[in-house]
């Protein structure tokens, strides 16, 4: 069978698989397709910033990596299933959530990625700033269109911490855990977070845009020192860079397996894993929410994503919005109030 013409990423594949030179002959033979084609696809990456040698009586070999998003638009480096059919890659954008939007509202299919090597002007949630440099993190924003009613759509923030944390347990010895409802963090630090927005009326979803920034590998100096929760990247945890096409492939990967099993079977499987990864099951939280500050155990989440703390003694809140921390030092007091029934909120 002569497979079509081949995109660089399949020969970028039989180039990062061997040794040392490989011969045009064998990759034209490998990837069914001619030695002309060969030439234009290695063209192609060197476009993209590799450095391939080509030697006329040896063929080409990789000589230098490259660091650019780029190439994911050819090849997202996995089948998808919805997320990942379409990537664009910006080289700079003041935020890929805008960008996604605009997609939105122009009718891209769902799954379509928006992917920056740099953004100017990142948000976060609550309106903070979020930090965008060249070339160091991952800025990613996701274009959904799930067939569910708006107040489901937060647990989609929650599939998309999951799909975090499986990328960075794959990547290297890592632990993260979640902090609700978006937080994900190593080493009790924040290395990424999710701001999703909603474009949808009463009853239906028109789209939701999954925004996704992570830490990769900023330096100690490079993290934002002023926030309200401490920072790292992954560099920092792991004590060295990361591959950055690597683990966007890997992440885009787990985000449409989740999604998937998210569409096929609900929000069950989902939240099993999330509460896994859960940085204060169990715990004794406080809770700044937009109606005033609550203080109880962390209980569980629901299935719209909504956090379960129970405030009195037998008596449970569901939480839909708010930024929490973690009050062990303070159990005794809190404890007290438990013992009372009293409802410890304070606004
Ligand atoms: C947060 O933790 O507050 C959420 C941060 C989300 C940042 C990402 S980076 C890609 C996308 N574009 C944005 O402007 N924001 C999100």
Not at 90 to 95: C, G, P, Q
């Amino acid at each position: 069978m002569v497979r079509r013409a081949g995109s660089a990423g399949k020969v970028l594949e039989v180039l990062r698989g061997a040794d040392g030179f490989v011969s045009s002959q064998k990759i034209c033979s490998v990837l069914g397709i001619s030695r002309s084609a060969v030439w234009k696809q290695v063209e192609a990456l060197r476009r993209l910033g590799w450095s391939i040698e080509g030697v006329s009586s040896q063929g080409y070999r990789i000589s230098g990596v490259a660091d650019s998003l780029r190439i994911l638009e050819m090849d997202p480096g996995f089948d998808p299933i919805r997320i990942g059919r379409r990537i664009v890659v910006y080289e700079e954008t003041s935020s890929t959530n805008d960008d996604a939007w605009q997609l939105g509202l122009e009718g891209a299919e769902e799954g379509t990625v928006v992917l920056a090597e740099m953004q100017r002007a990142g948000r976060g949630r609550r309106g903070r700033q979020w930090l965008g440099p060249a070339r160091k993190n991952l800025y990613a924003s996701i274009l959904l269109r799930p067939p569910v009613p708006p107040g489901d759509a937060p647990f989609l923030t929650l599939l998309a911490s999951v799909a975090l944390c499986e990328a960075l347990a794959e990547t290297g010895p890592l632990a993260p855990q979640i902090k609700w409802p978006n937080d994900v963090l190593l080493q009790r630090k924040k290395t990424a977070g999710i701001l999703a927005e909603m474009h949808a009326e009463q009853e239906s979803v028109h789209f939701l845009v999954l925004g996704i920034g992570v830490n990769l590998n900023m330096t100690a100096d490079m993290l934002p020192a002023d926030v309200r929760y401490p920072a790292t990247s992954v560099q920092c945890a792991l004590g060295a860079p990361v591959d950055r096409v690597s683990f966007s492939r890997t992440l885009l990967r787990h985000l449409d397996h989740q999604y998937d099993a998210f569409l096929r079977q609900g929000p069950g499987p989902v939240r099993e894993k999330w509460l896994r990864y859960c940085a204060h099951r169990d715990g004794l939280l406080e809770v700044e929410t937009p109606q005033g500050t609550l203080q109880g155990w962390f209980r569980d989440i629901d299935d719209e994503g909504a956090l379960v703390l129970e405030v009195a003694y037998g008596r449970t809140e569901r939480i839909r919005a708010g930024d929490v921390t973690r009050l062990d030092a303070r159990t005794g007091e809190v404890s007290e109030m438990f013992l009372k029934g009293k409802p410890p909120c304070s606004s």
